[in-house]
C-alpha cells in the first residue's frame, strides 16, 4: 500500500532525511512491480532503498516514490542459497550457519540487505559478494522483464557492479554459493570478524564509510605520491591506499559542522550527533575533498549513495 509523507530517517542508519512524498514497502515481485507502475503512471521519480545504511538523503522532503526493499525468502538449493533482495544479512548469516554453509561470515556486522550490498558489492576483510553471486535475478523497468545476469555479466569491482551503473535494473533476487563446513567453525570465524569489526567501531549513527578507498590512476601518480608522502607508503597496498589514512593525515578527526561530526577513531566515517541535517553532512565531504585536493592534489570519491539533491543524486 502506498502511504504518503512518509519521514525517512528511521529508515537510515544516518538518521538523517526528509518525507517522502511517497513511500511503500515492498518484498515480492509483484508489489515491486505495482510500485514502478504508480511511480510510471503518476509521472513521480522514485527511489530503491533497501536498509539505508549507505544513503545521505536530504533533509528536504522527496518529491517521489520510495520503494523500500525489506523482507523476503531464503531458499536452500545443495551448497548454495536463493534469497531474495530484502533479506538481511544478518538473516542470511544465520541461516547459513544453521545450514553448515561457510563463506559470508565476512559480512558479519554489515547493517544491510542482500540487494544493497549487490548493488554496491560490499565486502570487508579482502572478500566481498563477487565471491558469493552465482546469478541475480533483476526488473528491468525499461522493459518490465526479468532478467538473469551470471556473475561475470554483474561486472563486479571495488564497490561496483552492472547495476550501480544501470539503475534502471532492479534487484529481485540471487543464488549465491558457499562451502560446506560446520557450524562451530563457521560461529569462530563469525565471532574473528565481529571482535576486528569492533576494535575499528564507530559509536553513533553513520552511513559506512562515506568515501571510497583512493586507487591510483598510474604508476607516475602512486610514484609521486611516495616521493612527497614516504611516511604513508606503509599504507599503500598494490594500488590503493585507505582514504581514512588520508582523511586523519589533513586531522579531520573530530571535526564538527552543525550537528554532524567526524568519527574520532576513523575519520572515513561522519556521525550524527542526534539532530544532524544533510546540509551538515555534505559540508563535511565538501570540506574533507578540499582538504584532500590541497594537501594531495587527488579527488576522493563518495561511496555513499545521495537522494533528494538535484545536482548530485546517484553521485559516486
Ligand atoms: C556501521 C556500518 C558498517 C558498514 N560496514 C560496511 C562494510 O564493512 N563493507 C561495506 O561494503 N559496506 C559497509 N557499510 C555500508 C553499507 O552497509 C553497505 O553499502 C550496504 O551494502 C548497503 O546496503 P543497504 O541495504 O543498506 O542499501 P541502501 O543503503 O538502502 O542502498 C544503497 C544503494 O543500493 C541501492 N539498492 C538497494 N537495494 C536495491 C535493490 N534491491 N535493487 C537495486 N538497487 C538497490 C539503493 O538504491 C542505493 O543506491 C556499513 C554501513 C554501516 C552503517
Not at 544493497?116 to 565486502?123: D, E, H, L, V
Not at 561530526?261 to 550527533?273: G, S
Not at 570540506?287 to 559516486?316: N, P, S, V
Request: glycine share 8%; aromatic share 10%; net charge positive.
Amino acid at each position: 500500500m502506498i502511504k504518503k509523507n512518509i519521514c525517512l530517517k528511521k529508515y537510515t542508519t544516518l538518521k538523517i532525511g526528509g518525507r517522502a512524498k511517497y513511500f511503500v514497502n515492498a518484498n515480492n515481485i509483484k508489489e515491486i512491480k505495482e510500485a514502478i507502475n504508480y511511480a510510471e503512471k503518476n509521472n513521480i521519480p522514485f527511489f530503491v532503498l533497501g536498509n539505508g545504511s549507505n544513503v545521505l538523503i536530504n533533509s528536504d522532503d522527496y518529491p517521489g516514490l520510495v520503494i523500500r526493499i525489506v523482507g523476503g525468502e531464503i531458499l536452500l538449493a545443495n551448497n548454495c542459497v536463493i534469497v531474495d533482495a530484502g533479506v538481511f544479512l544478518s538473516d542470511l548469516i544465520v541461516f547459513c550457519t544453521k545450514n553448515n554453509l561457510s563463506g559470508i561470515e565476512w559480512a558479519s556486522g554489515i547493517p544491510a540487505t542482500v540487494g544493497g550490498s549487490i548493488y554496491g558489492n560490499a565486502g570487508c576483510f579482502g572478500k566481498s559478494m563477487v565471491d558469493n553471486v552465482i546469478w541475480v535475478d533483476v526488473l528491468n523497468i525499461k522493459t518490465k522483464k526479468i532478467e538473469r545476469y551470471k556473475n561475470k555479466e554483474c561486472k563486479f569491482g571495488y564497490r561496483e557492479s552492472f547495476f550501480k551503473k544501470n539503475p534502471y535494473l532492479i534487484i529481485l533476487r540471487a543464488k549465491l554459493k558457499f562451502k560446506k563446513s560446520d557450524s562451530t567453525k563457521i560461529k569462530a570465524e563469525i565471532k574473528k570478524c565481529l571482535d576486528l569489526r569492533r576494535k575499528k567501531q564507530v559509536v553513533g549513527f553513520s552511513a559506512g564509510s562515506v568515501f571510497k578507498n583512493y586507487q591510483f590512476k598510474n604508476q607516475k601518480e602512486k610514484k609521486e605520491f611516495l616521493n612527497n608522502f614516504p611516511e604513508l607508503g606503509k599504507f599503500v597496498f598494490n594500488n590503493v591506499i585507505a582514504t581514512g589514512i588520508l582523511l586523519d593525515s589533513v586531522k579531520l578527526k573530530g571535526l564538527k559542522v552543525g550537528n554532524a561530526m567526524v568519527a574520532p577513531n576513523h575519520a572515513n566515517f561522519i556521525i550524527n550527533n542526534g539532530s544532524a541535517t544533510s546540509k551538515d553532512v555534505l559540508d563535511i565531504i565538501d570540506i574533507a575533498k578540499k582538504k584532500i585536493k590541497q594537501k594531495f592534489k587527488i579527488e576522493i570519491k563518495e561511496e555513499i549513495i545521495f537522494l533528494g539533491f538535484k545536482t548530485i543524486d546517484k553521485k559516486e
